[in-house]
């Protein structure tokens, strides 16, 4: 009975409302003859003796206190016209639920820092080049596929503008305004007319690096990688490099992680093989160095690029790339809280 009483007690003193029928209703419910308060002094008769006296205060006390607040309740809607506007100050605050950062943000930001502990600066530039930029300074053959319409959007043609399909242009573009030695990382959005599907889309984001000095080697190019590896997906991750072809580097390589999700012994994201494609690179091309205004003779460099959505889908192990464009709040909750 006691447990009763102090149930009511706590549903007064939480009641709260602006509305005469809300107000009448609590009213009926609790102090009416066939009310929750009435049954209680109808019970009564039926506490023992030596609980009579504390039943009978907590029930007197219980009918004053909600006769109190339904009247105060009353009486303000009466002030205001019968509507409450004011605001009640003792009322809780509404809980703000935080909203959470995007997975690319969030990898794109950890990327930036690991390779600003090297020193690595970050550069940026515009999303809409032209084909020096994009394709000339960068050593590419005038008949490269990369410059045929199903891979670029272009804009207009003669002279040759377009949506960039990597950051390497913001490379140029440090190349041709500041003398070496140079050390940046380029992030950003880039487009490639590709049908979108679970491992491919037309928008993507990427952080290209380029690094020139005196005496640069492929070695510190693999250090560099075996770093970042090793920052992004833990000490027990292994890379590999595999012999390949781009025409901004010379030798040029794709480097390989160990499968997170199989540990290397083989599965269906690895394709069996216990290894993960996840960025191009090489040493930069001399070519290209003297294209953009560098001595090719006393400076060498290396130069890597990597997809942010495929180092996201690794560390998260996302399966479908089309769920970071879709903005589900189901999805993005699951990601850690914006500050």
Not at 170 to 191: A, C, D, H, L, Y
Not at 237 to 244: F, Q
Not at 282 to 311: C, H, W
Not at 317 to 324: G, H, P, S
Request: aromatic share 10%; charged share 30%; glycine share 6%.
């Amino acid at each position: 009975m006691l447990d009763k009483v102090k149930y009511l007690l706590k549903e007064i003193e939480n009641f709260r409302s602006n509305k005469k029928e809300e107000i009448e209703n609590k009213r009926i419910e609790l102090l009416s003859k066939k009310g929750e308060i009435s049954k209680l002094f109808a019970e009564f008769k039926n506490v023992p003796n030596d609980q009579k006296k504390e039943f009978g205060q907590k029930i007197n006390e219980l009918k004053n206190k909600a006769l109190s607040k339904l009247n105060s309740l009353k009486e303000k809607l009466e002030e205001n016209g019968g509507e409450i506007n004011a605001k009640d100050l003792s009322l809780p605050s509404e809980f703000v639920k935080l909203g959470s950062r995007h997975p690319i943000s969030i990898v794109r930001n950890e990327i930036i820092q690991n390779f600003s502990r090297l020193g690595f600066v970050i550069s940026e530039g515009p999303e809409i080049e032209d084909d020096w930029h994009v394709f000339s300074a960068l050593n590419f053959p005038e008949n490269h596929p990369a410059r045929d319409m199903q891979d670029t959007f272009f804009i207009n043609k003669n002279p040759d503008i377009l949506l960039r399909t990597h950051t390497s242009s913001v490379q140029v573009r440090v190349m041709q305004n500041q003398k070496p030695p140079i050390r940046t990382i380029s992030p950003g959005r880039v487009f490639r007319n590709e049908a979108i599907s679970a491992r491919a889309h037309c928008i993507f984001h990427q952080v290209e690096g380029l690094y020139i000095d005196k005496n640069v080697s492929f070695a510190d190019l693999k250090q560099t990688l075996l770093y970042f590896a090793k920052e992004m997906f833990g000490e027990k991750i292994e890379i590999r490099l595999r012999p390949s072809y781009f025409p901004f580097t010379e030798p040029s390589a794709e480097m390989d992680i160990s499968c997170k999700i199989c540990g290397g012994s083989g599965c269906n994201v690895c394709k069996y093989t216990g290894w993960v494609e996840i960025l191009g690179c090489g040493m930069v091309d001399p070519n290209v160095l003297e294209s953009n205004g560098i001595d090719n003779q006393k400076y060498t460099g290396f130069a890597f690029g990597m997809g942010i959505e495929r180092i996201t889908m690794l560390k998260y192990q996302i399966k479908d790339l089309r769920l970071f464009f879709e903005n589900d709040i189901r999805f993005l909750q699951q990601f850690e809280a914006a500050i």
